[in-house]
C-alpha cells in the first residue's frame, strides 16, 4: 500500500488449498498504527479484491487474515 508515495503496508494473496486453487488467502498490513482508522484498509481491499476477482473470476472461497492488533482491520475482515 502506498500514501503520498510512501509505503505505508502490503497486501497479500495466497493459495490455501495449493494446487486445488479454490481458495486464496487475503491479507493486509498497515505498518504505522497512527494511519490506522483512516479508511485506508478499506479502499485497499476494495481494490485488492477487485484486482483478484479480475484474474480469477471464479473464487468460491476467500479468506482474509490481519493482525489482530488492528480492530477496525477485524471488523473490516
Not at 8 to 16: K, M, P, R, S
Not at 23 to 50: C, K, N, R
Not at 57 to 71: E, M
Request: charged share 20%.
Amino acid at each position: 500500500m502506498v500514501k503520498e508515495d510512501k509505503i505505508i503496508g502490503l497486501v497479500t494473496a495466497y493459495w490455501e488449498d495449493e494446487d486445488l486453487k479454490q481458495w486464496i488467502e487475503v491479507g493486509m498490513l498497515i505498518y504505522d498504527a497512527s494511519l490506522w482508522s483512516q479508511g485506508i484498509e478499506t479502499t485497499a481491499l476494495s481494490e485488492w479484491l477487485h484486482y483478484l476477482f479480475v484474474l480469477f473470476d471464479y473464487l468460491p472461497h476467500i479468506g482474509f487474515t490481519t493482525w489482530s492488533g488492528n480492530k477496525g482491520m477485524q471488523i473490516l475482515g
